[in-house]
């Protein structure tokens, strides 16, 4: 029976370890996205705009659910737009020290998301499906989550 028990609990710690690594993968994976300005041309306007060009292992995520942890960068104070980045707020994308493939566009199940009522930083652990944006929407990011659940808030 004391052999099971230790079996069980190296198993236990062997999972989080894998469930760790998976998630920085994630992050690790979207780094390799190489991202280039291209000339744009729409609405009688025309300018430069961020085009991802996407690895066949991010492709291949596409359209199914994936799990990534981060910090709550909130967008929208009336709506639920949220964007959860692989560092805190200090040293995000909008501040200059990451780029678009550090944060990721988070659209909630619904739109009384407890994601709502979460604070600036808050680190946590989402799941959703993986869409890519290959710019066919400049309004959104490289990376959008839709579907989003919460999965647990790590930083209690």
Known sequence: MKYISIILILFSVLLNFTLMAQNEDMW????KVRIVDRMYMGSGKSGMM?????????????????????????????????????????MCFFCGAGGMETIVE????????????????????IKGKLK???NDDP????????????VEILDK
Not at 28 to 31: G, H, L, Q, W
Not at 61 to 90: A, D, M, Q, Y
Not at 139 to 150: G, K, M, P, R
């Open 28 to 31: 690790e994976m979207f780094s």
């Open 50 to 90: 961020k085009h991802p060009y996407y690895t066949d292992e991010v492709k291949a995520l596409e359209g199914k659910t994936v799990e990534i942890t981060g910090f709550l960068l909130p967008v929208s104070l009336t709506k639920c737009v949220v964007v959860v980045s692989r560092t805190p707020s200090s």
């Open 106 to 125: 988070v659209i909630p199940q619904d739109e009384d998301s407890k994601l709502k009522t979460l604070k600036l930083d808050t680190l946590l652990k």
């Open 132 to 134: 890519l944006n290959k």
């Open 139 to 150: 309004t959104h990011l490289i990376f959008i989550i839709e579907d989003a659940e919460l």
